[in-house]
Structures are given as C-alpha cells and as structure tokens.
C-alpha cells in the first residue's frame, strides 16, 4: 500500500521554508508554513485546506497574498493556524487591500491562533469585506485537529516570539487484503472507502453492512465481521516540522515529545555548529544541534532544510553536519 501523505518541500533549503503535504486519493492538501508559494500550481493550492504558521516572520508568513488572491473564489473554508498575534496579522493582510467588489465572492477564512493553553478562533468572509466576526475562545491542550484518519498536534517554541513546531500524524491505516476480497468474491469500491471511514469514525461494531458479490448475491457481515475478514490494520506515517528555535532545555523537550519515532523529520539547520553563538543570538538552530535531535528522536529520516544564506557559496556543508551528528547523536 502506498503512503497516504505526500509531502514536499515547496523551496530549496536557502528559501523560504513551506511543506507541502498531498493526500493520497483525495483532493486535499496541507501547508506548513507560508512562506513564497508561487511555484505551487492553481491545482495545489486549490487542494488546500488547512495551512499551519509556525509563525509571522516574513519568510515564513510572505505567501499569504498569494493564498488569498487564488482563493477568492473557493466555496469550501479556508483554515489557518497559527501563534499569538497571527488573527491580527491576517486582519491586517486584509485590511491592506479594497474589497468593494467582493460581496459575493464566497470566501470565508477561518483564523485559529493559539496562546498557551488557549485558542481564540476569529471568521474573516468575503461578503462581509473580512472584517473580523464570531470570535471564540476555547481550551487549547496541544491538538489542533483531530480527524478520523489523522490528527496534527502543536508544540510552542522559544524564537523570542512563540513559534509553532507540528506533528502529522495518521491514525492506525487500515489495508484491505487482497486476497480476502478475492476469496469473498467480492469487487473493489467506493465501498470500502466506506467500510474504512465508518471503522475510523467508531461506528458500532454491530452495525451491519450488505454488499454486493460477483454473482450477484450480497454478503451481510457487522462491521466487526468485516474488519476481521478484510482488514489489516498497522502503524500510520507521522510528519514533524520543526523550524526557528534555540537549542535550550525547554525547546529540546518540547520537539522531542513531539518527534520522536516520526517516520519523516523535516528541521530546520540554520548555522554551522562553528556559528554557535550567532545561532544562539538569532535563536536557531545549528545544523548539528538539529542532527542531534534527530537522533535522540529516533527519526526514520531526517530532512534538514532552512539553511540560512551566508553559507550559500558551501552548498552541502550544513546538510552533511546536520547528517553527520544524527548518525552519530
């Protein structure tokens, strides 16, 4: 069975830093970070639904006009995480421009921003020229969503401002085994999209589903039957991003309770570890330090990135520190 996340960085690791994670068999996107996006299509962008701010650095934060200018015209809602003072950075992106023209455009951009244990929630629609409306507050306890085949969790980071660190994880994924189907005589289907979604949505293992066979006959089994005969459940992928952070105590543990065992660890690996003290000034990463993580993490694979360009002229010198310390811890 193939992955069910595709991910991408959207830039080379001098620019700036955006994840781009595709859904398998769906028309669904995820973006971390929204650095420049101006090489990601109208298909891609169109497949997003939830983008993920680390936070509102420029680098990191730039593509929102991009976003918003291809997005006009969506039907479907358009979230957005992000740190404390992200809600009046977006209200401040969108007051910069004229909407008398908008009204009926169906746009609505939804803004959660997470500070410490809270999460305030404010609408920005089209037809009500974004200004901010139906503001809510909620308990925030680390996840931001939490979906029958997945979930993304958030860490706060020290980068003199709050900084957002992200885990993708998907829940148990549930395979169907060909040769059962073959025995069963029974046909791949849109069925079994359904059998797997109401599986993950916990409906009661007593419900009953019929389903139609080669010969024209229909298998009666409960869910709980089905499962037994057709599934094979094992481990899902799990995706951490980690950017723009210091190498302190706090940060350390925060990462690696976020991290550890992730299939894919994309980290930032700003400085060469001769540059300590630069990266501990600007409150970021060396390459070792981001390779050490890695290693106490136990990754199955480290993706540094988010180089800074002074070291631009040594295009590989922080990929193989940061490679170097995580083989070694």
């Not at 694979?301 to 002229?313: A, D, G, T």
Request: aromatic fraction near 10%; glycine fraction near 6%; hydrophobic fraction near 40%.
């Amino acid at each position: 069975m193939g992955d069910t996340f595709h991910p991408h960085l959207v830039n080379g690791p001098f620019e700036d830093p955006v994840l781009y994670v595709g859904f398998r068999y769906q028309k669904r996107a995820l973006l971390f970070d929204l650095g420049s996006i101006e090489s990601l299509s109208l298909r891609e962008i169109h497949k997003l639904t939830d983008v993920f701010v680390s936070h509102t650095h420029i680098d990191h934060f730039i593509g929102f006009d991009h976003l918003l200018r291809c997005s006009l015209s969506r039907e479907d809602e358009l979230t957005l995480f992000g740190p404390r003072g992200i809600i009046e950075n977006v209200r401040g992106k969108l007051a910069g421009y004229t909407w008398n023209l908008i009204q009926n455009y169906p746009l609505k951009i939804v803004v959660h921003e997470i500070d410490g244990t809270k999460k305030r929630t404010v609408q920005f629609r089209a037809v009500n020229e974004f200004c901010p409306e139906n503001e809510t507050m909620t308990p925030f306890n680390g996840v931001l969503l939490d979906q029958p085949a997945f979930s993304v969790q958030a860490a706060i980071l020290d980068h003199r401002v709050p900084c957002l660190a992200f885990s993708l994880e998907e829940r148990k994924r549930l395979n169907v085994r060909q040769d059962r189907l073959q025995e069963m005589r029974l046909k791949s289907g849109p069925w079994l999209d359904d059998l797997k979604r109401m599986l993950r949505e916990r409906v009661p293992d007593t419900t009953r589903l019929q389903i139609p066979r080669a010969n024209g006959d229909r298998k009666d089994l409960t869910l709980r039957e089905w499962r037994a005969a057709l599934i094979l459940e094992t481990e899902g992928q799990k995706i951490v991003y980690v950017v723009d952070n210091v190498y302190s105590p706090n940060n350390i543990e925060q990462i690696l309770s976020l991290t550890r065992g992730a299939d894919l660890f994309y980290c930032e690996a700003a400085f060469s570890q001769e540059d300590e003290e630069r990266a501990r000034e600007r409150y970021h990463l060396t390459a070792q330090q981001a390779g050490t993580l890695a290693h106490m993490a136990q990754v199955k694979r480290f993706i540094p990135f988010h180089f800074s360009l002074r070291y631009e002229r040594e295009p590989n010198r922080l990929l193989e520190e940061a490679l170097e310390a995580s083989a070694k811890g």
